[in-house]
């Protein structure tokens, strides 16, 4: 069955399609996201602002960067009839405010509400092109995006998003009439206020008396006077209009636009088209290229010029606080730099301020914040690298001790060695790890060993006796005590000398992890071991295990071969990983120090481009984070060593304190070694680069939004207007046949 539908049906449901799919409304985010803008933004460095700084001290001159840049101020319509503002969000509230309209001026006399087009010619008369107009401001919801975009690279805007500064059906009295205004010397003298310039042959119409009634053929030049007004309205103080002020207040190292003003270019204003068709660019009217709404309706963006100084806030180095939450949170002390030998490095900088743009202030207490945070998700470790570090870096620095261990060792601990090994056909794993050294239990409290050997040189702690040192001679300089006696006297030992050379702080952290006496043994272990007295000293202590009792050629072979072995394992002793961690978060420090130093540099260079600010923010973060990379690496450290170490003394490999033969042992495995440096260097270093790629991507991702944020609701306009239009179309042919 075919339906026909009359001509003027056809007509009707035509012209109601095709008005629904051009009226290229806009929505409040197709308006934000136009508003990313480089052309209308206009982002650049104005000049240098100055500042006098008094005190009772003196006076000093601080210096900043003056920033200039648009900011989205306004979103102004110009529309026909009530409620159809393009502004999809605030044509409800333009409709409810042309109901308040219709109260007010139905009482009027000769003042009718509604709007619309008169192009008509009475008789004997010019045809009359009389357009009537609606116009509202609200603010535009990006202008505090725009304003606050970058802390302390950007001005604040006088706007607040979708307050209304002007609605002009609740000033409908003045708007209709144009009373007082027709009457002003702006209205009446000929050229004054106009838009455009009637010798160059571009006059667009007047901007007095602000009405909304313009006389004009072209309906977009008509739209652009009646916004041009609405403009000059909010942009000024005590006009007799029912408005809200959309104006700054100026102050210092703030600046704020001037009143709009028309036939100024773009150094007081400019304007971006947003219906019917949104515009990537900015301009001022007199414009062309403006595309005329089927519909009448128009909205622009007013945008206006700001400029501010980059606020600065003062560092000062005696205000800093040094962070020691962690320490507190895992029991352990930190010195503060003032106590430490950072102390000189901060007298040299007591008293000096460093001025910190807001953005990166705000950027290194996020960074700080966040990796402090994870850090304390962390459970406490031991610190065992640390603590095996700062043990391994204790020296007998007293030469009459390191010469008395010595003495010790070849006159006690080699001959208790020798009849051990001359005693027993075998021993048990428990006693080979106990005589690994010159402190052993197993030599102090087994009867025949150092209770029964003694010094063979005089000891001066001790003094000569009879009974005691009978058949050694009496030289005067003392006597010649049991090896027991000479290791483990409680006035004179050789164990509490050594122990002296423990640091406060370590013989804490040491006691944290051995409750009561037993941190002496891991302490003592290293500080007597051949290693670390061939380290503080220049000679060999003994060769664990082994009795030198080897005699002629052989033997000082044998003692030449065991001097120059020792000698090459110097480097071994060094715990390398342990340095490694030391030496990491200095060189962290110095490379935070060199972004900072440059960041002034490659700003400038780069001309201030988002990409840029947005890579070396990423690059900041990432460096800073490394923190808890290296403290989610420690505590997994921790946890390895003691389930190898726990392993090793269950399978009879190590003593009865595992942790004791790690703190004494100068090298690692190289499994251990793979590890380490996986935890301590390769996850860094995937760290910094994943984010800074990321950092460049979303740098390079930002500069292409701003320029094309616009495209995507144009594009989807003109896409929805052409399927409008296409089903417009083939109702209209279905129609025809």
């Not at 800074?692 to 896409?719: C, F, H, L, T, Y």
């Amino acid at each position: 069955m075919n339906m026909r539908l009359s001509r003027p049906r056809r007509l009707m449901l035509a012209t109601l399609f095709t008005c629904t799919g051009t009226l290229a409304s806009v929505n409040t985010a197709s308006l934000a996201s136009g508003a990313m803008s480089p052309d209308c933004i206009s982002w650049r460095i104005s000049g240098i602002c100055y500042w006098l700084l008094c005190t009772p001290f003196g006076c000093t001159v601080k210096t900043s960067v003056k920033v200039t840049h648009y900011i989205p101020e306004a979103v102004v319509s110009a529309y026909l009839n009530p409620g159809d503002n393009p502004w999809t969000e605030m044509s409800a509230v333009s409709a409810t405010a042309g109901g308040a309209e219709s109260l007010v001026s139905g009482g009027l006399a000769g003042v009718p509400a509604g709007g619309g087009r008169q192009e008509m010619k009475a008789p004997g008369m010019r045809k009359q092109n009389l357009h009537f107009y609606y116009g509202d401001a609200y603010g535009h919801p990006a202008t505090s995006i725009i304003g606050g975009m970058v802390p302390g690279y950007s001005c604040r805007s006088a706007a607040a998003p979708f307050v209304p500064y002007f609605v002009s059906a609740m000033d409908s009295l003045a708007w209709r009439t144009g009373i007082p205004e027709s009457f002003y010397p702006e209205a009446l003298i000929p050229g004054k206020r106009e838009i455009g310039n009637t010798f160059a042959g571009e006059m667009w119409g007047n901007v007095y008396p602000r009405s909304g009634f313009v006389t004009q053929t072209d309906s977009y030049k008509s739209a652009a006077v009646v916004l041009q007004r609405v403009a000059d309205i909010i942009t000024r103080e005590g006009q007799l209009h029912v408005y809200n002020p959309l104006k700054g207040q100026r102050s210092p190292g703030y600046w704020p636009p001037d009143p709009v003003t028309e036939n100024t270019g773009t150094n007081n204003h400019k304007w971006q088209r947003l219906s019917p068709q949104l515009s990537q660019s900015c301009a001022v009217f007199s414009d062309t290229g403006g595309q005329t709404a089927e519909s009448g309706d128009y909205a622009w963006a007013l945008w206006q010029p700001y400029s501010c100084c980059i606020p600065l806030l003062p560092v000062d180095i005696s205000t800093i606080k040094f962070d020691d939450s962690r320490a507190k949170q895992c029991g352990f002390s930190v010195p503060t730099p003032q106590n430490f030998g950072y102390k000189g490095l901060v007298n040299d900088f007591d008293g000096r301020t460093a001025e910190v743009p807001v953005w990166w202030y705000l950027l290194h207490a996020m960074s700080k914040g966040t990796t402090q945070a994870m850090i304390a998700s962390i459970p406490c470790g031991t610190q065992l690298r640390q603590l095996r570090f700062d043990v391994q870096n204790t020296k007998l620095r007293d030469p009459v001790v390191l010469q008395e261990v010595q003495d010790f060792a070849n006159q006690c601990y080699s001959r208790a060695y020798f009849k051990l090994k001359n005693s027993n056909s075998q021993l048990s794993d428990a006693t080979i790890n106990s005589v690994g050294w010159i402190g052993s239990d197993y030599f102090l409290n087994t009867s025949g060993y150092y209770d029964y050997y003694t010094a063979m040189t005089p000891r001066s702690q001790w003094p000569y006796s009879s009974s005691r040192d009978s058949g050694y001679p009496d030289t005067g300089q003392g006597g010649y005590p049991s090896c027991k006696t000479w290791w483990s006297d409680g006035s004179n030992g050789l164990r509490k000398r050594v122990l002296a050379n423990i640091s406060d702080s370590t013989r804490i952290e040491l006691q944290r992890q051995f409750p009561g006496s037993q941190w002496e043994e891991p302490a003592l272990r290293w500080l007597v071991s051949p290693s670390n007295a061939e380290i503080s000293g220049s000679g060999v202590t003994y060769m664990s295990g082994s009795a030198d009792t080897t005699s002629g050629i052989g033997g000082s072979l044998s003692r030449f071969a065991s001097t120059v072995g020792l000698g090459m394992k110097q480097v071994e002793a060094l715990p390398g990983f342990d340095a490694l961690k030391q030496a990491l978060p200095m060189i962290q420090a110095l490379l935070q120090m060199m972004i900072i130093i440059v960041i002034p540099v490659l700003m400038m260079f780069s001309a201030y481009e988002p990409k840029t600010i947005v890579t070396i923010s990423f690059a900041l973060f990432a460096l800073q984070f490394i923190t808890f990379w290296w403290a989610l690496a420690g505590w997994l450290d921790d946890r390895l060593i003691t389930i190898l170490y726990s392993n090793l003394a269950e399978a009879g490999l190590a003593s009865g304190q595992p942790i004791a033969d790690f703190l004494s042992s100068p090298r690692d495995g190289w499994i251990m070694n793979l590890v380490l440096g996986m935890m301590y260097l390769v996850f860094p270093s995937f760290w910094v680069g994943m984010l800074s790629w990321a950092g460049v991507r979303i740098g390079g991702v930002m500069d292409a939004a701003m320029a094309a944020a616009s495209k995507m609701p144009q594009q989807a306009g003109n896409e929805g207007a052409g399927q409008v239009t296409g089903a417009v179309k083939t109702v209209v042919s279905k129609g025809k046949s």
